[in-house]
């Protein structure tokens, strides 16, 4: 047993068996509204009504992908869950179901995993509801790691690729522009100590501050409902901005076999963070010219003959984005 | 770059992007006959031909699950699939199609890499032909993981739960009882150093000695296309044996309500093993009486009304099995 701040006693992964701590963690979990077998057995069964599902897998990495000092249990939960349902809506797809599979070490208090689960119901039920988790698997590791996969519906649509861009089409986004970026780029100035590492003290001031760009980043609200509108809208292409908007749109274009010119009074405030800030989850897609468009989507730009991304009509080459092998120096917690 | 044994030069995931990395790794991976839309896109769209899909999930770790000392990456590929594969299986269904994310040291060689996926390939390939990856993630993290998520087709079968058995079944196997246990035991016992930490060199000796031992645990071949067998012949109950005989049995008798009781002249020469052995991934089903057992199924006991496990009209409460979080110790390997 270790001692909680609070001072009641707090039971381990390593004290409870998994047998024990699944007891604990299931209840909390969200129901699926597509089960047709449910979390107990070797796998679930879920219903895919128009004989088609979609699939996306993503994993978190305590270190590069999320830090204790800055992430409580919840917020990880939380981002697990809405980083994955963004990937289902970009391909205009509803929501349906997680596993969730967790390594922790193994003095990772029980009720630790209790918040991670109120955390992936609170954001299945905010953001996709009718989503639940149908199964998972539960590890000993030093290094705590998360891996979600998800799965969605498109309940008669075509998925929407990102290889449909066509010249003419009107670019769009649904959701924020590098407010994620913003809030990561605070903490590591400001939310840290002497030495440079994640510090939960400052951390709260910085979150008192700043606390939508603080959330943009740990506990991000991607417009999931937009995906399957865009779909129903006529949207040509869609992806979900993980690594960026330049980078992102770049992939679009190249998929596509177009380029792609954004329009600069379109980004906000500071276009560069725009451009090249990462973890927005928002929605980018493009549209036929004239077409209404759907739920939060605003004009950004529009798709040209040719290749490539430029902004105000100038080429913009720049990397911008996150690779995780560029960005992280395995030190740091 | 890193000088490799055979002194060329190997490129590392901290020198390759994600993307470059990822080009390596995508061509060797095996194609699925279920993809609608393949990787490439923010998430892929599988077929479901009867509006049904199993999922299941399963991470493994290096230090409590693989050592890279006994275990190429070619083995940690295969093993990864073969156990996943084995879940779906034992809900008699078809596997179809897998999702992969790899979190690795940025020191690790994009070849490791490459080698991982050919032992998904071949893994595929001899357990579950049509079965392909299509999708996945690739982090970077101080603890090399791997998780699975697995996808199955039923074909119009009713799925085989755990709670199917009924009193008077015959309880049958398909694959080996503690071939894998007894692999591991051996390289906990001499593949060390005299710290007790994994050696290479012990291992190949022991390797050379006991291939079959090693391989069950390191490289398991599960009787996956027995699963569908054992649905199509009626079994009332199945699951994969990944934490042995008499943990898992007890599972389906606690699940169904009833008893199960072994025959111990069925379990081979060393009895103990063979019940408390854990990661053979062989199929344990119930059929009712009479029935022509499917595929590699042999009877080892029947389904007695009551509760529990008993071996031979004996009640055995031995434990046995393997938990995550009582069977590793945080250090080695």
């Excluded at 066509?166 to 649904?174: E, H, I, L, N, Y």
């Excluded at 030495?195 to 700043?210: I, K, N, Q, S, T």
């Excluded at 379109?266 to 276009?271: I, Y």
């Excluded at 430029?310 to 984005?321: A, H, Y």
């Amino acid at each position: 047993m270790t001692m909680s701040g609070s001072g009641t006693a707090e039971v381990t992964l390593g004290e409870a068996s998994e047998r024990e701590a699944l007891k604990r963690i299931f209840p909390r979990l969200p129901a699926s509204s597509a089960t047709i077998v449910g979390p107990g057995d070797d796998a679930a069964v879920l219903s895919a009504p128009d004989a088609r599902y979609v699939v996306t897998t993503d994993m978190m990495v305590h270190g590069p992908d999320f830090r204790w000092a800055w992430s409580t249990p919840y917020d990880l939960g939380w981002k697990a869950a809405a980083t994955n349902l963004s990937d289902i809506a970009a391909m205009g797809a509803v929501p349906t179901a997680l596993v969730v599979a967790i390594a922790a070490p193994s003095s990772t208090p029980v009720s630790d995993l209790e918040s991670l689960a109120d955390g992936l119901r609170d954001g299945c039920a905010a953001l996709a509801p009718g989503c639940g988790v149908v199964g998972g698997d539960l590890s000993v590791s030093d290094t705590f790691t998360i891996a979600v996969t998800a799965f969605g519906d498109l309940a008669g649509r075509e998925p929407v690729l990102r290889s449909g861009a066509r010249a003419g089409d009107v670019v769009a986004v649904s959701g924020p522009l590098g407010a994620a970026a913003t809030g990561l780029r605070l903490l590591f100035a400001r939310a840290v100590d002497s030495a440079g590492e994640p510090d939960r003290a400052r951390f709260e001031e910085v979150l008192r501050e700043h606390p939508e760009l603080v959330g943009a980043q740990l506990r991000p609200a991607p417009p999931i409902g937009d995906g399957p509108r865009a779909a129903d809208a006529g949207a040509t292409a869609m992806l979900d901005l993980s690594d960026g908007l330049a980078l992102d749109a770049r992939r679009v274009a190249e998929a596509s076999g177009v380029g792609i010119d954004l329009d600069p009074s379109a980004l906000g405030d500071d276009v560069e963070v725009a451009l090249t800030g990462g973890e927005d989850h928002s929605l980018l897609a493009t549209f036929p010219a004239g077409t209404a468009l759907p739920g939060g989507f605003r004009a950004i730009g529009a798709v040209v003959s040719g290749a490539g991304l430029s902004v105000g009509g100038r080429p913009f080459d720049e990397r911008g984005g996150w690779d995780p092998y560029v960005g992280w120096d395995g030190h740091g917690g």
